[in-house]
């Protein structure tokens, strides 16, 4: 391969790694805009630590768990730490698509997304330790063995599974643990009366939920872009266009369904639904066509609104709808690789079915395991007296805004 | 009649309110206030552990009728203690006339 050819591929990968890195700008200022002033720095602080150990863990032992090579195809290990082999540098590496640094940032920046996927549903209760604790065994462990799965050239990819850049790798596994945790963690407080009644705990800072979500979109052009793994014009140029299709139709849809069963335009529905619409696309980018895309977004929107009022119903406080964003969309566009697209058929299907259903069962039993563990130990919760008076007050010493209140 | 002003700690207000609600004390303005007092909060900032003694509590400013003003002190004062320092003040005037601007009918009727 040309060598200007392989550099024009490591150098989109490099440019998508940095996009997927300022998603995590994007969730940090969604979840503080759906939450209360009070715990805004908690917020931050989680966001933070999960960048940093998430990367450092990945560099560890989750690269080499992920990419294992040549493996038994459910558990293998490819060493500790970071070695560059003797072609990480060539175009012989990955098919000239990127070198082995390039390969190993741009994964790694994936990795963190499944934990904060999680802070964003315990948000405003839970321990910064036993969260810190469960950060560093799901992101460091369970993370890269689901995706050696699939990825890693493991037994899901061998019998058929199809996830492009992560609608069950990445999103479906944040989200079958925020389900688990939001259930063994219990509401906030005032979340739900006693006699059953489902109370709104309004966030603060509506203008930071909506710059987050644009930041993630923007994130998303690296997020599928780069799952291309070659700065191919073809492939990447209709991923970015179905991706966005996607994104745009779940915020109509979203919103549109809203305001048909609320009789209200609620602008956090209109955000959820363009998060469910880049999810729902996220398992096929390079599948559908323009009108799948479109479907799917529209699908996905409806899905989001559907699911919010669901969780509410099942008496689960998730306080930024999480588990409807990435959890259900995550595998409805996981499956929607069987129903639309150029790999729809039944047999495909039956695939992405059970690739959902196993990575759920992987992901519910450790992720229970390890909270489980935890709330029995170091406990989940912070105590009422602190849940009320604001996280960053007691966790902390300081406010996020000492001179002035914004709720 | 008389103005009751309370300074409570917002942690407690929700339990305040609903106590209030429950003696049929159920039209009042509150809003947020800083102050300083007894109580310091310990904040720490990048190494630097400083007290301040700015404050937030919760003013409530309630007006009810005379026979009210009991009930009101006593649910007050139970609910939004805690033993602490810190636990707040409240505050009683006279209020001379009052009145309701939808029907613009003045005394006692216009609190109910």
Redesign the interface.
Known sequence: MENSLFTANNIWMMICTGLVFIMHLGFSFLEIGLTRQKNTINILFKNMFIICAGLVLYALIGFGLMYPGEFNGVLGFGGLGLRLPENGLTAEYASGGYTYWTDFLFQGMFAATAATIVSGAVAERVKLESFILFTIIYVGLIYPIAGSWQWGGGFLSEMGFYDFAGSTLVHSVGGWAALIAVYLLGPRI?KFSESGKVGAIPGHNLPLATAGVLILWLGWFGFNGGSVLSADPAATSLVLVTTSLAAAAGGISGFLFAYIRYKKYDLTMFLNGILGGLVGITAGADQMGITDSLVIGLLAGVIVVLGVALIDKLKLDDPVGAIAVHLICGIFGTLAVGIFGAKAGWEQFVHQLVGVGLIGLFCCISAFIILFALKKTLGLRVSK?EE??GLD?HE????AYPDF?LD | MKKIEAIIRKSKFDEVKDALHQVQVNFFSYWDVTGVGNEKEGHVYRGVTYSTSDIQRRYLSIVVSDSFLERTIDTILKTAYTGNVGDGKIFVSDISETYRIRTAEKGEGSLK
């Open positions: 005032g007296e009320v008076e007050l902390h010493g300081m406010t209140r």
